[in-house]
């Protein structure tokens, strides 16, 4: 092209764009981020900056604003094309002008028009949301760079542009530009802990309010995600929270239900409800999951399959441009099929191209099993990165809760959006495993929700005035949280407690949950309602039929429906983006040739096996009760966090040196106060935890596929309990064989006692992971049962569980 | 000669294309730019014409990818080139190889056999010389 035109395209050239900054609030669940990007014009023509850049998917972006030449513009939300027309216009007149549009709720593109020679401009994006919640663990989450999206050949393009053009920045091995974050946790007393899995952090003023958490770097790649954990002290609670205005009131509804202990025993005695459901393992080998991906993948597919109970079907599907069944037609779930399932697993491998998701998804809706069975579980591990998503949701949507889905996001940089929104289109629950992070207790929690119930027909009494509810129709699973919003006229609701009906496992149940005012979230619920609301028009959208005008109509007036509740609150969308206009005077007019520069970012870390993060050196601080306010830095060596890694082919953690291992006395006061301290009496509690924990997950692992436990020797050295004595007492085992067995002695005394042991530790002494435990724990007992039932094993005149229990109550468990 | 002008706006308007649209047309070479300097530049019934020409194929299902290759190749009987491009191989002076389309490596070896064959031909020589 030309340079006699006024519109060039380069891409290469000086990187407008010089540094990120991400300032955040949080107070318990609710954090409101700002975004600061800084660009710098070092050219002698006049440039376009374009960026494109990732957000958390759930993000309501509240507000845009440029600050340049010491001037503050606030942008405003107008309709897509027409905010376009707007910056358009403006740069065509020579002015400054701003635009903000979202591409996916994950994927925006800020244009910075008209950037003079030697000017800066920074933009800023503010956004709200509420954070993740898992139990008393609440997640922060930052993306940081787009990695690529396979995008399907039959992909149709949007308005004329491909959708490639959309979603793509271009990509670079360096850039010029890094992140720097700085976040304040409010309430910092509520706290346990805090950590990142992802980056190292600063943490300071521990149990004040605020607690800083800034980035140990002053400027970071941004090529993976940032995650920060904070641990509270107490789980979060029912409760409807009331902001009011003069005409309407909006409210925020925080619904946890309990599970039904009845129930749950029931469950855990027969295993009935769950066998119905098959499940299928999809595992995305495409080419973007090489390296990192793909080994954390198989380890969670592995670790899946030993937890399975007998007589589930199940199989075990690999996709990438093909897709191939490990089974013809799933199978019961028997030692034979297990071992199958695991030696083909070993052998998978990221060597399948691209991500056809929708063919494998396709086949998987539609086959039955071998005896109708047409309800499914398929537990997705995928990095997420397609660009076909919604095409993907239609498809789930469509079984009509016959397919649950709950996907696992991989990597050090997935797509959010896809792996929540496959979650919340196909009724199931999601998780994101970052490089390095333990697998075992994230699959095992995922396990534990397969089991939870649904709570069909959730009615909300809000009150008879009209409301606008978003979700229109909430996915709730006892013991998982789930946040429902209404928009409700009336300046108040009027009640103090608000009534919910729901159906669970067929029975009636009713809640009374307590309505409280809005400042104790710190958050404007309006926002958070509007985008929740057009998060669900947007994805509400199914199965467009080309070419029919009464669906076309609909999808119209939905649009317009979105367009104007993202006006009204000011929160952006897919149909809407902020815009700002710079007007300038006569002299500083744009008037020569503009560049357009696009800004390259960097490919996430381990995309397509593109280097290898490893566990990034975690930094984690513990808050204890018994210590003052005081300001430390922790700046932990890995050999202070004792991180066992549970590769099973290896399988050889020792648990006896960890817990010899004197912690080291409790530091003075005064050198606390000084700083400088390593370790103290908070993060010993901490480390308690973490070795009980580790001790828990290697437990869990002893499980053999048909149901039985077998003590090793790391677990016995970690219990206090001596091998050999188990061997002695094993051997001294009568059983009464019945005649018609009288062939066979069909069981191991050693792995009969093992499990009984280990069986009553677990519930002993480990209530608190009741989730993690329950379906491995109920798969054993099974099989125990079944065993006493037939054989009526002893030891010494005890019958096996009397005599189990008094080892059990010999172990020695960490405590914290 | 190309006369009648229109504004950006008025070329949405007789298209249907967005702006936005046609501003990435224009910066991805499908379009040639406006007249005129920057993007307050007039476009001519040319620009409109391909423009359609997109537009139509785009009916038809296909995608920009496949346009391209379609506006590269592809001749349409009604809408015969501007200009055609016909790369000239000299052999003699006054005598000249024409060929229409880019040539692949085994071709051009053979244009290039054609070509000292008929040198050799037009110096009196045989063609095994």
Not at chain 1, 52 to 58: N, V
Not at chain 1, 614 to 622: E, L, M, N, S, Y
Not at chain 2, 100 to 107: A, I, P, V, W
Request: proline share 5%; hydrophobic share 35%; aromatic share 8%.
């Amino acid at each position: 092209m030309s340079d006699e035109f006024g519109l060039l395209s380069s891409k290469s050239g000086p990187i407008p764009l010089i540094g990120v900054k991400v300032d955040g609030d949080i107070l318990g669940r609710g954090a409101r981020v700002t975004v600061s990007q800084r660009f710098r014009n070092i050219e002698k023509t006049a440039v376009e900056a374009v960026y494109k850049f990732p957000l958390p998917e759930g993000s309501a972006i509240c507000r845009f604003k440029a600050q340049v030449n010491g001037r503050t513009i606030q942008g405003q939300v107008e309709e897509r094309e027409e905010a376009f027309e707007i910056y358009d216009d403006a740069l065509t007149k020579g002015d400054g002008a701003y635009l903000l549009d979202e591409e996916r709720p994950n994927i925006f593109t800020l244009s910075v028009g008209n950037l003079n020679p030697g000017t800066e401009a920074v933009i800023q994006i503010e956004y709200v949301m509420l954070l993740d919640t898992e139990g008393k663990r609440v997640r922060f989450f930052l993306p940081t760079t787009i990695s690529p999206r396979y995008i399907p050949d039959e992909m149709a393009d949007d308005n004329g542009i491909p959708v490639d053009e959309k979603l793509h920045p271009p990509y670079a091995a360096d850039v010029s530009y890094g992140l720097f974050i700085a976040l304040r946790i409010h309430k910092g007393s509520l706290l346990d802990s805090v950590e990142s899995p992802t980056h190292q952090v600063r943490i300071e003023n521990l149990k004040g309010d605020p607690i800083n958490v800034t980035l140990s770097a002053e400027s970071v790649r941004m090529d993976r995600d940032f995650i920060l954990y904070m641990d509270f002290a107490n789980s979060q609670v029912s409760r409807a929270y009331q902001y009011r205005t003069d005409k309407e009131s909006f409210i925020q509804l925080d619904f946890l239900p309990e599970k039904d202990p009845v129930v749950e025993k029931r469950k855990d005695q027969s295993h009935g409800e769950g066998l119905k459901r098959e499940i299928v393992f999809l595992v995305d080998c495409s080419g973007s999951m090489q390296g990192d991906s793909i080994q954390e993948a198989k380890r969670a597919v592995e670790a899946c399959i030993r937890g399975l109970e007998q007589g589930r079907r199940f199989n075990v599907v690999r996709f990438g441009s093909s897709h191939e069944s490990l089974f013809p037609k799933a199978e019961i779930y028997s030692e034979k099929t297990a071992n199958a399932a695991l030696a083909h697993v070993k052998n998978m491998d990221a060597d399948l191209g691209g991500t056809e998701i929708l063919n494998p998804l396709r086949k998987i809706c539609s086959s039955k099993g071998k005896e109708r069975i047409s309800y499914k579980d398929i537990i997705l591990l995928t990095d997420g990165e397609v660009g076909n998503e919604s095409e993907v949701f239609d498809l789930i949507k469509k079984s009509n809760g016959r397919i649950r889905v709950f996907p696992v996001g991989i990597g050090a940089g997935c797509n959010e959006y896809f792996i929540k929104g496959l979650g919340r289109a196909g009724g199931g629950a999601s998780e994101f495993i970052f490089p390095g992070e333990r697998i075992e207790p994230k699959v095992l929690g995922l396990f534990g929700k397969l089991e939870q119930d649904m709570i069909t027909d959730l009615a909300i009494s809000w009150g008879t005035r009209s409301l606008d509810q978003a979700p229109a129709l909430p996915v709730a699973f006892t013991g998982s949280p789930v946040t429902v919003f209404a928009r409700v006229e009336g300046a108040s609701i009027g009640k103090s407690k608000l009534a919910l009906q729901g159906r669970v496992n067929g029975r009636e149940e009713a809640w009374a949950i307590e309505v409280v005012d809005s400042y104790e979230t710190g958050l404007p619920i309006p926002v958070l309602w509007a985008r929740e609301k057009i998060r669900d028009l947007e994805e509400s959208v199914v199965g467009l039929v080309r070419g029919s005008r009464q669906e076309e109509r609909k999808q119209n007036q939905l649009k317009d429906r979105i367009i104007e509740i993202s006006k009204t609150f000011g929160v952006l969308s897919q149909s809407t983006s902020y815009v700002a206009v710079e007007e300038r005077e006569e002299k500083d007019k744009t008037t020569g040739e503009v560049t357009l520069r696009k800004i390259p970012v960097l490919l996430t870390i381990g995309w397509h096996g593109v280097g290898r993060l490893k566990a990034a050196a975690p930094t984690f601080a513990g808050i204890a009760d018994d210590v003052e306010c005081y300001q430390a830095e922790l700046d932990l060596g890995s050999d202070e966090i004792s991180d066992i890694s549970f590769e099973l082919e290896e399988n050889v953690p020792v648990f006896d040196a960890l817990l010899m291992k004197q912690p080291a006395p409790p530091p003075t006061m005064e050198k606390l106060r000084s700083g400088g301290v390593k370790a103290y009496p908070m993060f010993k509690k901490r480390k308690q935890e973490r070795v009980r924990t580790n001790l828990l997950l290697h437990i869990l692992n002893l499980q053999r596929p048909e149901g039985g436990m077998i003590l090793d020797g790391a677990a016995a050295g970690a219990l206090g309990i001596e091998l050999s004595h188990i061997h002695r007492a094993a051997g001294r085992m009568t059983v009464r064989i019945p005649v018609h067995h009288i062939q066979w002695m069909p069981i191991d005394p050693v792995l009969v006692l093992s499990t009984a042991i280990l069986i009553q530790i677990l519930e002993s002494h480990f209530g608190d992971h009741y989730d993690r435990w329950r379906n491995v724990v109920g798969k054993s007992r099974s099989w125990l049962d079944e065993i006493i039932g037939q054989f009526r094993p002893e030891i010494d005149g005890q019958d096996i569980m009397s005599y189990a229990s008094s080892i059990a109550n010999s172990a020695r468990i960490p405590r914290f | 000669m190309e006369t009648k002008q229109y504004t950006i706006e008025e070329l949405c308007e007789l298209t249907g294309f967005s702006r936005r649209t046609i501003r990435y047309y224009v910066q991805e070479g499908l379009i040639d730019p406006p007249a005129g300097r920057g993007r307050g530049g007039f476009y001519f019934d040319s620009h409109l014409n391909k423009l359609r020409q997109i537009k139509a194929l785009q009916d038809d299902g296909l995608r920009l990818s496949q346009i391209q290759e379609v506006l590269k190749i592809g001749k349409k009987p009604e809408m015969a080139p501007l200009r055609e491009i016909w790369i000239r191989y000299p052999v003699e002076p006054g005598i000249e190889i024409h060929i229409q389309r880019e040539l692949d490596e085994s071709e051009r070896k053979k244009l290039v056999e054609i070509i000292r064959v008929a040198k050799s031909i037009l110096k009196g020589g045989t063609n095994d010389e």
